[in-house]
């Protein structure tokens, strides 16, 4: 078992940056592909970015490529996610995740652990 938490939310205007940082504790985040999910208000949970166990292989949502970047840090036990070129559309409450797979999954099925999730918004 591993326990998430998120920290890095805040608030920024369009256009800024911020980096959110995912800590697992329990078992070693090595174990897990990561993931970063988000749900708006009134909206549905989606996918933004997941990494593989090594960090070699990662994928994105289509509406944060080219902007995000996800990373980890295994002997840290820490799963980043770069934010930049922010978006009043980014606004939401993002969420980590861990899945017990050596696949890189978009879909939140698989996830089997999530954080408590960090609030970010983005003014315009």
């Known amino acids: 078992q591993v326990q998430l938490v998120e920290s890095g939310g805040g608030s920024v205007q369009a256009g800024g940056s911020l980096r959110l940082s995912c800590l697992a504790s329990?078992?070693?985040?090595?174990?897990?592909?990561m993931g970063w999910f988000r749900q708006a208000p009134g909206k549905e949970r989606e996918f933004v970015a997941a990494?593989?166990?090594?960090?070699?292989?990662?994928r994105y949502a289509d509406s944060v490529k080219g902007r995000f970047t996800i990373f980890r840090d295994n002997a840290k036990n820490t799963v980043y996610l770069q934010m930049n070129s922010l978006k009043p559309e980014d606004t939401a409450v993002y969420y980590c995740?861990?899945?017990?797979?050596?696949?890189?999954?978009?879909?939140?099925?698989?996830?089997?652990?999530w954080g408590q999730g960090t609030q970010v918004t983005v003014s315009s």
């Open positions: 329990g078992r070693t985040v090595s174990s897990y592909t």
């Open positions: 990494i593989s166990r090594s960090g070699g292989s990662t």
């Open positions: 995740a861990a899945a017990n797979t050596i696949l890189v999954v978009t879909t939140d099925a698989p996830f089997r652990y």
